[in-house]
């Protein structure tokens, strides 16, 4: 059997490296109003590896953030960071200090330079986007493993991610859907991209030509059979995005309302932090996919300091709008169990 190492061809060696290259180049920011406050952030020595949380087939590791004061049946969210970041992504995209104020866990997937040398989740590989295999059934575990520890509500486990992280975001979603009430995805890419596009470059330009019931399908063969259901999406994209296309998030609305039963057409246009807000409904009036689109900024996530949430870095960028927080409020995790 190949090893994991085995499958990186010198091709795919070269393209990531070039990815890495384009990621380190900060992306600009551009500042808008916000009346949110949030404690200040937790330090990176608040999160805590596990080990021995299953098979791992993707050869991932496992950090978790839990507040000192979690009560049982807490929610859980996974937090998925992009390339060249680590677990500490977590802290400074504000969720910890978000699980701290409103009492939830952080799971914290860690890819390696063994598995991707740009430390990418492999969101493209087929060996790593099924269900029971790889990266994807390793990330399952992993909350499997939380909940059992912190007796979580299951009914209440939330994914999110950035970039590579939110392409893969989109895997769990779609492979997993009865593990997830809901899933964020931030400058991510939907599911199927890359095999829809031939190959990430191609899907992160936005060269996949799909009809959201084509996309959808991409997602109704990751679970056959599955009924329902399905996660709620949120999606913030920059506006100014070049290394993940904002026709992305486009795809992404298309491919989820498509699984939902829902239309193309926004329920809710309106402006957040001044920026353009989304909402898109099923027949049943729930709201099942929502979008930002964050004009003037580029490829990362949106964070807010002055208001205590996160703290900007490379692919981290003050646009006084907290994606962690929105997302917080979407997901209801301040509210109790119902």
């Keep these: 059997m190949q090893t994991r190492a085995a499958r990186t061809t010198a091709a795919l060696t070269a393209l990531l490296a070039a990815l890495a290259a384009a990621l380190l180049t900060p992306a600009p920011a551009v500042a808008a109003s916000s009346s949110r406050t949030f404690r200040p952030a937790v330090t990176a020595a608040s999160l805590t590896e596990v080990t021995g949380f299953g098979s791992n087939p993707g050869a991932l590791r496992m950090f978790r953030h839990d507040p000192p004061d979690l009560p049982a049946n807490a929610p859980v969210v996974v937090a998925l960071h992009g390339c060249g970041q680590d677990a500490g992504y977590a802290v400074d995209s504000g969720w910890t200090a978000l699980a701290d104020r409103l009492r939830f866990s952080v799971v ?3 890819q390696s330079t063994a598995n991707n040398l740009s430390k990418c989740f492999d969101w493209f590989q087929a060996g790593d986007v099924a269900r029971g295999a790889g990266e994807a059934a390793s990330i399952a575990q992993m909350v499997d493993r939380q909940l059992a ?8 486990v939330y994914v999110t991610g ?6 893969m975001t989109a895997v769990m979603m779609a492979a997993y859907p009865e593990k997830f009430a809901a899933g964020g ?3 991510g890419l939907p599911y199927g991209c890359s095999d829809a596009a031939g190959g990430p470059y191609p899907c992160m330009y936005g060269w996949a030509n799909q009809t959201p019931a084509q996309w959808g399908d991409r997602v109704r063969r990751a679970r056959p059979g599955y009924l329902g259901p399905w996660p709620a999406l949120t999606v913030f994209q920059g506006s100014a995005d070049g290394t993940v296309k904002p026709s992305n998030m486009t795809d992404l609305v298309g491919q989820w309302t498509d699984v939902q039963g829902a239309d193309q057409s926004a329920d809710v246009s309106d402006t957040v932090a001044g920026y353009p807000h989304r909402i898109y409904r099923d027949p049943s009036g729930r709201a099942v996919a929502e979008t930002y689109s964050v004009t003037g900024m580029g490829h990362g996530q949106p964070v807010d300091p002055a208001a205590g949430c996160g703290s900007a870095a490379p692919y981290i960028l003050d646009v006084h709008l907290c994606a962690a ?3 917080s409020d979407t997901w209801g ?6």
């Design 108 to 110: 914290v997937p860690q």
């Design 149 to 156: 520890d912190v007796r979580g509500d299951a009914s209440r």
């Design 162 to 167: 950035l970039s590579a992280g939110g392409g």
């Design 185 to 187: 995805i931030v400058a």
């Design 325 to 327: 927080g929105r997302l």
């Design 333 to 338: 995790l301040g509210l109790g169990p119902g």
